[in-house]
């Protein structure tokens, strides 16, 4: 707001609203102007438009100070002390490669001499003076750079700014001194021992919460008063942050490559994601449309499914329309949370929802053959010209070209074409089959011998299917009819289905029993096993279609159970797909010895049958293939995610109870990426998983692999790296994420949360002092764990096994604090608020910039968990004892 006018973006130039006026020293100050408005020209705009750097602000009387370019906020690298100068000064905001410009700063409505100081400060709200210092030509010990302005040019350019980093271990000293100097500002006299006092603890917040990747420019300028020296300062005007350039939140957004571009409409489809380096807790994956509709949703993902900074792997979010016909395009772009800053968009299609994947009701549906009048139509399989009986496969009218009997008929030759009476002979229908001697005189020796065998063959197959049908007439057994034209079970239509699969896809169940008699008397043949075009054999079919007697009589006839469909699903997949738990009994009570390996066995995506069952939401599924013996504990492929995390992941409680505490699911195992289930629930900020998995004995000190910050061979092979870090990371085993550190919740970190080492100790000696009343006993009664008593009453400590019993059980800062007061414990109460207001302090948003954007720039903090050590961490002497 500058003069009544709101500069801000977004705003409309012109908005008067009245705005109070500060008098300092008889000079009448407007109030600060924030930053440049993006309705106002930049220098380089002015100076081609021929216009004032200041803008017209009519209502605005005195002078005041006003930003006309900003500093430039990403692509400029914050250095260290040892690394020297920096390589050009900070560039503004509309610099570019063949005209460079810097920030610049204008007093308007006042001519004289003036003094301009710059100085550093964070980014929150209000602005705090920052640990880095600035550092030039016009720049001072102090890190304040100074310029001297007018009596006619009131325009100061900062050509020649860098950016001091701090290093960590001298940043307590550098902020206490900087806070003195601004106490000092104008004072003749010293300081007090109160106001050292404040300094110091306001040093000690400050180095807590404070981002040392960004900072702001702070501009004041200060006008000569009637002695001549520059005390009138007005108003202050702050920059738009600055982001170092090697901080993840610094580099400018971009997506490398996906392995997906299209999902269904119902979303939930998992992509990965390549992109350039992006903070854990502070990006979005967000689809929209472009139109009037503004639609937009965001992909779903917690911090634990952003791989080292440069890959996501997200579910796609539903299509705000369920039912669509044909394919629709949107767009997906990366956005930060804080900053709004998104990458370049790119394309993604949402596809119909596909209900009949299998294939199964299209094929139901296929109209069913219409017969001619007369004989010859043949059948709708995949035979072509065929005859009155529908066989052939080649060659002219009658396809006898290629004829061939591939499978033994049990039937000779000569016993089917012998001379003499047959009913068949009299047939006055439509086609009557003849012997050789009624082709006429000559016929022998006109036709080729290939011909006269052919109709030899013609005949002979035409007699025995007259024979069947006959005997099919007698007996009504279709078994007559099918059993002399077994060769004839092979047929494959188009989709590559043969007469089992379809008789399976339209249920036929008594066709299917007597084609399975046929097809099993057979020698030496694999028909029951052949696969259609999509990789389904007549056993994956009958499990898709939910036939649990069908399953039963295929398995009798020796089906493969092991073969797999085209995504690499075996029956068990496809039954716990659908969630079939009859199916999957069926399955299982018929397997035999196939059973183990198919409850071992991946499918292309490399999930095993109990990934499945999880993801199919079903106990009962899940208890049978455990019973069966499938580990519980199994890794899928693409992850290492194993049951468990599964269920976390869904955020699904039943099951995650049902793992844990029915078929003792281990709650530490972790991932490729070291993560175990409580780092996924406390990354989703689930308080209700945490607990129950801190219940079940989770590691709550459990490291990941992610580091907190890089190691040291990772920092000597980049030279953005803190050179005195880079010493000290190679000295030390490196801090990895526990559960703790990912936790953004405050009711997740109401229940991960424990005392730290000085107030555990705190309470320790005040309940062991054997005063009945304030004692450990009386505590444990008012938490009610008077089971414990007896427990822990020989241990070294038994305050401080109860304590860690307490927290492990879920119980909250407030129980205790609650008992502690009832019990006039007053002291430990306001030790433990002391330590609740701590905590309040390090979750503010303001914190050192790292993998998850939520690292404390405390020095190597020890971990403030007093629960269960994870391997490799020390406890106390006292609190070794282990927890029952």
């Not at 069947?468 to 004839?488: E, F, I, N, W």
Request: charge should be neutral.
């Amino acid at each position: 707001m500058v003069g009544g006018l709101c500069l801000s973006p977004g705003c409309e130039l012109g908005g008067s609203v009245p705005t109070p006026k500060v008098r300092k020293g008889g000079l009448l100050l407007p109030p600060v102007v924030s930053c440049e408005s993006p309705h106002l020209p930049t220098p380089l705009h002015r100076e081609r438009q021929g216009i004032s750097a200041c803008p017209p602000l009519p209502q605005v009387e005195g002078p005041y100070l006003v930003i006309i370019e900003q500093p430039k906020q990403r692509g400029f690298r914050f250095r260290y002390g040892c690394e020297g100068p920096s390589h050009g000064g900070l560039p503004g905001a509309s610099s570019e490669k063949g005209r460079k410009t810097y920030p610049t700063v204008k007093i308007c409505n006042y001519t004289g001499m003036a003094r301009i100081e710059v100085d550093l400060v964070t980014h929150s709200d209000p602005p705090r003076v920052h640990a880095h210092s600035l550092v030039g030509k016009q720049c001072n010990e102090a890190g304040n750079c100074v310029a001297i302005v007018g009596p006619k040019d009131m325009t100061a350019q900062f050509s020649n700014l860098g950016v001091l980093h701090v290093t960590k271990k001298n940043m307590m000293e550098i902020m206490k001194e900087k806070l003195k100097q601004q106490k000092m500002r104008n004072r003749s006299h010293l300081l007090t021992d109160a106001e050292l006092r404040e300094i110091e603890l306001e040093a000690k917040e400050l180095k807590k919460v404070m981002d040392l990747s960004i900072v702001r420019l702070r501009f004041t300028a200060y006008l000569r008063d009637s002695s001549g020296n520059f005390t009138l300062a007005l108003q202050p005007v702050i920059s738009d942050p600055i982001h170092d350039s090697k901080s993840p939140g610094a580099s400018n957004l971009k997506i490398s490559r996906m392995d997906k571009t299209a999902g269904s409409v119902r979303g939930g489809d998992e992509v990965y994601l390549l992109c350039d380096k992006v903070q854990k807790d502070d990006i979005e994956v967000r689809f929209y449309e472009d139109d009037e509709n503004g639609w937009q949703a965001f992909g779903d993902f917690s911090p634990t499914d952003v791989h080292k900074q440069y890959a996501i792997v997200f579910r796609t979010p539903p299509y705000h329309k369920p039912k669509i016909d044909r394919p629709v395009t949107v767009f997906l772009q990366l956005k930060r949370k804080r900053g709004g800053d998104v990458s370049d968009s790119k394309q993604f299609t949402y596809y119909p929802v596909v209900e009949d994947k299998e294939e199964v009701e299209r094929k139901r549906k296929k109209v069913l053959p219409q017969f001619p009048q007369h004989f010859g139509g043949g059948s709708h399989m995949g035979g072509a010209g065929g005859g009155a009986a529908g066989f052939g496969s080649g060659g002219g009218e009658w396809g006898c070209g290629n004829l061939s009997f591939p499978y033994s008929t049990g039937l000779a030759y000569n016993s089917i074409y012998s001379p003499g009476p047959h009913p068949v002979g009299g047939y006055q229908g439509g086609v009557q089959m003849k012997g050789p001697e009624a082709a006429g005189p000559g016929s022998d020796r006109q036709a080729p011998a290939e011909t006269q065998l052919c109709h030899l063959w013609m005949l002979a197959l035409a007699r025995r299917n007259a024979h069947a049908l006959l005997d099919y007439s007698v007996t009504a057994d279709p078994r007559m009819l099918l059993a002399v034209q077994r060769h004839l079970a092979a047929s494959q239509d188009e989709n590559g289905d043969t007469p089992l699969h379809l008789a399976i896809i339209h249920e036929q169940t008594a066709v299917i029993k007597q084609l399975i008699e046929v097809i099993v008397s057979i020698p030496s043949q694999q028909i029951i096993n052949i696969s259609n075009n999509l990789q389904q054999t007549p056993l994956h079919l009958a499990v898709i279609t939910k036939q649990p007697q069908v399953v039963q009589l295929l398995l009798q006839a020796r089906a493969d159970p092991t073969l797999l469909d085209r995504y690499g699903n075996s029956l068990l997949h496809l039954a716990l797909q659908a969630g079939d738990e009859e199916m999957l009994r069926t399955l299982l009570a018929h397997l035999g010895s196939a059973a183990p390996y198919l409850l071992r066995l991946p499918n292309f995506h490399g999930l095993l049958p109990v990934h499945l069952a999880v993801k199919a939401k079903s106990l009962a599924c899940l208890d049978l293939l455990v019973r069966k013996g499938a580990d519980v504990n199994a890794m899928e492929r693409q992850g290492g995610r194993n049951p468990l995390h599964l269920a976390v992941e869904m955020e699904n409680l039943n099951m995650a109870t049902h793992l844990v505490k029915k078929l003792g699911a281990d709650v530490n195992s972790r991932t490729f990426a070291g993560n175990t289930p409580l780092h996924l629930a406390a990354g989703l900020g689930s308080p209700t998983l945490t607990k129950l998995l801190l219940k079940a004995g989770a590691d709550v000190l459990c490291e990941n692999d992610e580091p907190m910050s890089p190691s040291s061979s990772e920092a000597s092979s980049d030279t953005d790296a803190d050179p005195e870090e880079q010493e000290l990371t190679g000295h030390r085993q490196r801090h990895c994420h526990t559960p703790l550190d990912l936790t953004r919740s405050q009711k997740v970190h109401a229940v991960v949360l424990s005392l730290d080492s000085e107030a555990l100790q705190g309470l320790e000696r005040l309940l062991n002092q054997d005063c009945s009343g304030s004692d450990w006993i009386e505590l444990a009664k008012r938490l009610g764990l008077c089971s414990l008593v007896e427990t822990y009453k020989d241990t070294p400590s038994p305050s401080v096994s109860l304590l860690r019993s307490y927290e492990l059980a879920g119980g909250s800062l407030g129980g205790l604090l609650e008992a502690l007061d009832s019990m006039g414990l007053h002291k430990a109460v306001r030790m433990l608020h002391k330590t609740e207001a701590l905590d309040k302090l390090q979750s503010t948003e303001l914190k050192e910039d790292s993998a998850y954007g939520s690292e404390s720039v405390e020095e190597e903090q020890a971990p403030t968990l007093a629960l269960k050590p994870g391997p490799g961490s020390e406890l106390p002497h006292s609190q070794q004892q282990q927890v029952h």
